[in-house]
């Protein structure tokens, strides 16, 4: 039998065709630098649509962005999100410098990339990350773009130090009661008067809390039209620009890498430059300013009158965080007055430190450690140094002899607080507000048995409906519908209204055996019978799941 054989055209394979995108950087802006970064954008997207194989993905650029980190570069982000989504199989870029110069950064990225598959092709070392050898030579250079970033940084800080020993800032930088013209700074007027304020406030022994206080009630804002603030301020009282001078090198970066801003407190020279502009302050208001300003950090808390401060004040500190205990007012306590963690002061700040110290109890006891039988204020500063509270209810006295004593007090707060008087208040608050709890309803608190002086509480039999039974079991159980009826039928209703019961009704006294008075408000009272009623049997298959259970 003949064998017969369908031999068909074979389809040709199409080769997809690989998304190449490209990353371009500058890391100075300049004119010059502008188009060094147009030609590499313009080269990439050129060479991208020439090639037959490649498909156009874009060119990523980032302009004056320092190549040490890659939080700042928005262009190089958009371009890893778009590698995340699956747009880019290939990524060109001129060199290890243009795309990284720190190396964990570039072998992080790298290994990001190719982890997703996606190749990075470095033209000038003529390295594919995809290669066995390319992670390899990555690293190796990497490292040397990262040394030679350090060393520009170097070349720069001795440029900018030269400039400084000549007397010239590294730059134009803001200040509040100037402006820049040319190369001299010039007094703006109105600016420059509230800076005389401020020293002036500062000299007149006000606090900064009460010049900020002052200004915002007076609308007097900053130059970007914020609210002055406390750190506002001490920047103000302590620029020696305002007195025709200059300080250079105040701060310094302490890594090229990290960038990282240091304030300098002696790593590094300073240099004065004086009489380089008119002064808004003369040097010996500010010279004066400053050593009342180390005055008054030394006192803390007591050089500030703004604040309510005793001789506790900066006293206590709290053994786990060791900040200060401040002075608390509790209202919710009638006023308890009380010290606590400052710690608890921050927002979403805590150390641990749990409970307040009663300024009663810390009376009590510093009397007591003093050996005398009320507290004196002059005897306590002459003798204690400072308390610590390690833990809950302990006070460990530092005194200024060396010796310390540590103290174990019992809380009498609840006891203090709950007087005859403010126990009546409760409860006559309670009578006229009921509770607002689950469960809770209009007559919760308002049926009351003479007989034990218990108010009855709501229950419901096996869902079948609702009563209110004494707790004391001194009366027998209020079905709340009965009770509703009754309820309705002495205040003269149709039916039982909840809003007109609140606003009538005193409350509801059971006297034994089964009278109920109502007593009203306006000072009436009705007397009626409590009859049992008839019992309800719940419905047969409710009694049949309760006998399975």
């Not at 430190?353 to 005398?372: D, R």
């Not at 007090?409 to 709890?437: F, G, I, L, M, N």
């Given at each position: 039998m003949k064998m017969i054989q369908r031999i068909e055209r074979a389809a040709p394979a199409i080769k997809k065709r690989l998304r190449v995108a490209a990353y371009a950087r500058v890391s100075v802006a300049s004119e010059r630098m502008q188009h060094s970064l147009s030609a590499q954008v313009s080269y990439y997207s050129a060479r991208i649509q020439q090639h037959p194989?490649?498909?156009?993905?874009?060119?990523?650029?980032?302009?004056?962005?320092?190549?040490?980190?890659?939080?700042?570069?928005?262009?190089?982000?958009?371009?890893?999100?778009?590698?995340?989504?699956?747009?880019?199989?290939?990524?060109?870029?001129?060199?290890?410098?243009?795309?990284?110069?720190?190396?964990?950064?570039?072998?992080q990225t790298v290994r990001r990339l190719k982890a997703l598959g996606i190749e990075v092709y470095f033209e000038k070392?003529?390295?594919?990350?995809?290669?066995?050898?390319?992670?390899?030579?990555?690293?190796?250079?990497?490292?040397?773009?990262?040394?030679?970033?350090?060393?520009?940084?170097?070349?720069?800080?001795?440029?900018?130090?030269?400039?400084?020993?000549?007397?010239i800032p590294n730059g134009r930088f803001r200040i509040y009661g100037y402006r820049w013209e040319g190369d001299t700074l010039v007094i703006v007027p109105e600016e420059a008067a509230i800076v005389r304020r401020i020293f002036q406030n500062f000299l007149d022994g006000k606090s900064r809390l009460e010049t900020e206080r002052e200004f915002a009630a007076e609308g007097i804002t900053t130059r970007a039209g914020c609210r002055w603030a406390d750190s506002n301020l001490a920047c103000v009282l302590r620029n020696i620009t305002y007195t025709g001078n200059l300080l250079l090198q105040k701060e310094y970066i302490e890594d090229p890498i990290t960038k990282k801003r240091r304030k300098n407190r002696g790593e590094l020279p300073k240099y004065l430059v004086e009489h380089t502009h008119e002064a808004i302050i003369d040097r010996e208001t500010f010279d004066y300013v400053q050593k009342e300003m180390a005055r008054r950090k030394e006192l803390g808390p007591l050089a500030n009158k703004a604040l309510r401060t005793t001789c506790f004040t900066g006293k206590i500190k709290c053994g786990i965080c060791g900040k200060s205990y401040v002075h608390d007012y509790r209202n919710d306590r009638n006023a308890l007055e009380c010290w606590t963690c400052s710690s608890k002061k921050i927002k979403g700040g805590s150390c641990g430190?749990?409970?307040?110290?009663?300024?009663?109890?810390?009376?009590?006891?510093?009397?007591?450690?003093?050996?005398?039988d009320a507290f004196d204020e002059a005897a306590f500063l002459a003798q204690v140094e400072?308390?610590?509270?390690?833990?809950?209810?302990?006070?460990?006295?530092?005194?200024?002899?060396?010796?310390?004593?540590?103290?174990?007090?019992?809380?009498?707060?609840?006891?203090?607080?709950?007087?005859?008087?403010?126990?009546?208040?409760?409860?006559?608050?309670?009578?006229?507000?009921?509770?607002?709890?689950?469960?809770?309803?209009?007559?919760?608190?308002?049926?009351?048995?003479?007989?034990?002086?218990?108010?009855?509480?709501?229950?419901?039999?096996?869902g079948i409906h609702v009563s209110w039974r004494c707790l004391g079991k001194d009366a027998p159980p209020l079905r709340e519908d009965v009770l509703k009826t009754m309820i309705a039928e002495v205040m003269g209703l149709p039916a039982f209204d909840e809003t007109a019961f609140s606003e009538q009704m005193e409350r509801i006294e059971f006297h034994a055996p089964d009278e109920l008075v109502f007593l009203f408000k306006d000072g009436r009272q009705a007397s009626r019978t409590w009859v049992k009623p008839k019992k309800i049997m719940p419905p047969r298959a409710l009694w049949h799941r309760k006998g399975q259970s």
């Open positions: 194989e490649w498909e156009y993905a874009g060119v990523y650029a980032d302009y004056g962005i320092s190549g040490t980190g890659t939080a700042k570069r928005e262009a190089f982000q958009e371009m890893l999100a778009a590698c995340e989504a699956g747009r880019i199989d290939l990524v060109l870029t001129k060199s290890i410098q243009r795309f990284a110069r720190n190396t964990v950064d570039l072998l070392e003529n390295i594919r990350t995809l290669s066995g050898e390319g992670e390899l030579m990555l690293t190796i250079l990497a490292s040397f773009a990262q040394e030679e970033s350090r060393s520009i940084s170097e070349n720069i800080k001795w440029r900018v130090k030269k400039r400084f020993e000549q007397g430190a749990k409970g307040s110290v009663p300024h009663k109890v810390l009376l009590q006891e510093c009397a007591a450690v003093l050996g005398l400072k308390i610590v509270v390690p833990e809950r209810r302990v006070l460990v006295f530092h005194m200024k002899d060396g010796r310390q004593i540590t103290r174990h007090w019992v809380s009498t707060a609840k006891k203090d607080w709950w007087t005859p008087e403010r126990r009546a208040q409760v409860s006559a608050y309670r009578k006229s507000h009921p509770y607002r709890r689950a469960g809770a309803s209009c007559l919760t608190g308002k049926i009351k048995c003479t007989a034990c002086g218990r108010n009855f509480h709501r229950k419901t039999n096996h």
